[in-house]
């Protein structure tokens, strides 16, 4: 089934694509009172001695977990962040964790070391509904924005954003007709965005603007049925969701000569995932069951199924959003 918000910004709760959920939804999570209070740090455990992390995001619970990179013995999570309607979270390659806030509208950056780091500052964004991001370094440089719906529109776009000088503009390609769901950047500084083609919320279409730039240019080779999240593996490579089928899709060459690779089929349905720095692991939430479920990573040859953790996260439908800290590029 297939599902699209056609509903105002100022209802955030009913923004996720794929989860369908509404806004009358039970929030019985372990933060539920605190989810709409401004972002904190709320320390569970501090054996932070390896700052490497996988933050996985719940957004009517309003936090975040952060875990151990290697967790198949299913550890409890190392820290939480109280957050407001977080989707899809990012870290960048110096570990600096990304999250986009669907309740206030606004972007917080938080230091990526020692992991669970502190806030280095925030920015609100006056484009549209923020629910991912991407940025090679988001405490000097410029974070791009997807938002899931533009201001007073039924498509997505991009915003261009810096802590500095919060948000300046933003990137559009008529491509992405519906709602825009990932975003991801490369070593060029080139800016990738999956989205729905049309606002009936079928199809899906990737859109490339070269440097961050000018009107973009749609990828041919898109083979999604769906649009889901974004991610970039160490050899420039594009992983794409698919929450639809479910699958994963790696596409080479991009964005010159992009390759489809795929179907991989997932263990279960997830929106958003991300590759580990090494290239050797993919993990991917899965909402439905309320897990990340963690794969071994082959890049062109696909995934292979290794196993699954959910630590606290002990309500089903809700941790959609996730980042691999440092990221993988």
Known sequence: MRCMSAVALATPALALLSGCASASSP??????????????????????????????????????????????????????????????????????????????????VYAGSPTCGPEIGSFSDPYGYPTDAASRNAATGIIYIGNFEARN???GDVAVCSLSGGCTTRLANVAIGGALIGVAVDRRGGV???????????????????????????MTAFKNASPGGLDIDATGNILALDPVAPALWVYSGCPSTCAAHGPFPL???????????????????????????????????????????????????????????????
């Open 27 to 108: 929030n019985t999570g372990l933060l539920s009172s605190t989810t709409m209070a401004p972002p904190a740090w709320v320390r569970i455990r501090n054996d932070a001695s390896d700052a490497r992390a996988v933050y996985v995001s719940s957004f009517y619970q309003g936090t975040i977990l952060g875990f151990s990179p290697a967790n198949d013995r299913n550890r409890p999570p190392r820290c939480s962040l109280s957050s407001s309607y977080p989707n899809d979270i990012a870290s960048d390659p110096q570990g600096n964790l990304i999250v986009p806030e669907g309740g206030p509208l606004t972007v917080v």
């Open 153 to 155: 529109q039924l498509y």
């Open 192 to 218: 990738y965005a999956s989205g729905q083609t049309a606002q009936s919320g079928e199809g899906a279409s990737l859109v490339y603007w070269p440097n961050g730039k000018g009107t973009g240019r749609e």
């Open 267 to 329: 263990k279960g349905t997830a929106e958003f995932g991300k590759v580990n720095e090494q290239n050797s692991i993919f993990e991917a939430a899965d909402y439905p069951l309320g897990q990340v479920d963690v794969y071994a990573y082959h890049g062109t040859a696909g995934i292979a199924y290794k196993y699954s953790y959910n630590s606290g996260m002990n309500v089903a439908g809700e941790f959609k959003g996730i980042a691999r800290s440092p990221a993988a590029h």
